[in-house]
Nanobody
Framework: QVQLVESGGGLVQAGGSLRLSCAVSGRTFSTYDMGWFRQAPGRERDFVAAIRGRSDRSTYYADSVKGRFTISGDNAKNTVYLQMNSLKPEDTAAYYC????????????????WGQGTQVTVSS
């Protein structure tokens, strides 16, 4: 069983930065596709970023965050990160880490394991 625990959310002014962490237990994260999604109140959960599992390690980003957000992983800590720079008020949402087997698209919502989420609020 894989467990995911997010941390690092908070309140930040527009233009600021945050780094979200997703601590993975139960399996080595690099064997999975790892993704970050976000959900604002009243909206669907949307794809943000993903890193392909196994030897691929390709990264994928939503157009809205491309050039501002970076997904990465630390094998020694079995943790996945989402570095968020140049934050905008529209980035305000609950951010979720997710994991799935290396099958299908890493940008789809068909992830098997989900964390509880961490809130990011960007003030204008």
């Amino acid at each position: 069983q894989v467990q995911l625990v997010e941390s690092g959310g908070g309140l930040v002014q527009a233009g600021g930065s945050l780094r979200l962490s997703c601590a993975v237990s139960g399996r080595t994260f690099s064997t999975y596709d790892m993704g970050w999604f976000r959900q604002a109140p009243g909206r669907e959960r949307d794809f943000v970023a993903a890193i392909r599992g196994r030897s691929d390690r390709s990264t994928y980003y939503a157009d809205s965050v491309k050039g501002r957000f970076t997904i990465s992983g630390d094998n020694a800590k079995n943790t996945v990160y989402l570095q968020m720079n140049s934050l905008k008020p529209e980035d305000t949402a609950a951010y979720y880490c997710a994991a799935k087997a290396v099958l299908g698209s890493p940008t789809s919502k068909s992830y098997r394991y989900w964390g509880q989420g961490t809130q990011v609020t960007v003030s204008s």
